[in-house]
């Protein structure tokens, strides 16, 4: 048999199981910053639509935030993988985020075949947040409700949902909300079979920077204990965690580095990055 017909039939038992499920994927790094990187991931994205697999993304947007904050001459400080957010930061990140960065996905969607719409969190009522506790950074929010009515309505018409993470907060102002917390909450509400985070590293590594393939909850509490795991990654696997608790059926933590990292991930055997799993 063909190499090519291998691949298919590999792909097909994931297809079936698969079709008519929700996929939640966090976009970022450089699947979102590299030209090549970039269309292959829209592709992937209408290819799961086009096997009648609903995929909803959630995207980032740090290097371009950054590089717009420093353009304005206002810093840049994160706590735990999260950024500080004051008035002005808040009005930059949403205005990238929701602003150039939701459109450029829409479009590279679009251009490969797709049909995509762009939201942020505020439209619809989507996510709303309040002001995290225990931590003095500012309008940073973690997130209370999820509305998932406008994703549902997307969705049922053919359309590809891509999300910006600004909530509407509960005293009135913004929220600025880490991309993959806002994934994790979009995934628990819809229950979504999959909860795919596309960073730019192989995984969740270990001291010695080998990648962990599969991990549970009391091993990522001796990471983060023992700091093998901090910064931007303890967000990622508390909200697989969270996910999973939620209803999600599989979390999965990828390198986005990796040209066509969903398509391996979904529709082949091996997987890729790391499993994070139910149970204790
Ligand atoms: P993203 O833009 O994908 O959210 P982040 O920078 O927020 O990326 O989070 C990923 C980063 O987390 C990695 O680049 C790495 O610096 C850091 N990190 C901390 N601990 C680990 C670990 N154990 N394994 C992998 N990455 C880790
Ligand atoms: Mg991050």
């Known amino acids: 048999m063909s190499e ?10 994931y297809i079936k199981r698969f079709a008519g499920s929700t ?9 979102m910053e590299e030209e090549s990187l970039k269309r292959e ?5 209408v290819l ?21 904050l420093a353009d304005l001459k206002i810093p840049a400080n994160f706590v735990d993988g999260l950024r500080v957010t004051d008035e002005k930061t808040l009005e930059v990140v ?24 762009g939201l942020s969190g505020k439209d619809g009522r989507l996510l709303v947040a309040k002001r995290v ?26 359309y590809i949902p891509v999300i910006a993470p600004i909530a509407d907060g509960v ?13 994790g909450s979009i995934a628990k509400a819809l229950s979504a079979e999959k909860l795919v985070l596309l960073t730019d590293v192989e995984g969740v590594l270990d001291k010695e920077n080998n990648l962990i393939s599969s991990l549970k909850k009391s091993e990522i509490d001796t990471l983060i204990k023992n700091k093998t ?39 082949t055997d091996s997987g890729i990055g790391t499993q994070i799993t139910g149970g204790t």
């Open 229 to 267: 795991v901090s910064g931007g990654m303890i967000p990622k696997v508390s909200c697989c965690l969270d996910a999973l608790q939620g209803g999600v059926q599989e979390t999965h933590i990828i390198d986005g580095r990796i040209p066509h990292a969903i398509l391996l991930e979904v529709f």
């Open 41 to 45: 991931f829209a592709k992937d994205i």
């Open 23 to 31: 996929f939640v994927i966090k976009y970022g790094g450089a699947a």
């Open 48 to 68: 799961l639509k086009y096997v009648g697999i609903n995929p909803v993304i959630v995207h980032g947007g740090g290097p371009k935030i950054n590089k717009l």
């Open 4 to 13: 090519k017909i291998k691949t298919l039939l590999e792909a097909l038992p």
């Open 133 to 158: 506790k225990g931590k003095d950074i500012g309008l940073v929010g973690e997130i209370v409700e999820v509305d998932i009515s406008i994703i549902k309505d997307i969705n049922r018409h053919g």
């Open 171 to 183: 005293d009135g102002k913004s929220y600025n909300i880490n991309a993959d917390n806002a994934a």
């Open 94 to 117: 949403e205005m990238v985020l929701s602003g150039s960065i939701n459109k450029e996905i829409v479009k590279n969607i679009n251009d490969m075949g797709g049909k995509a719409i």
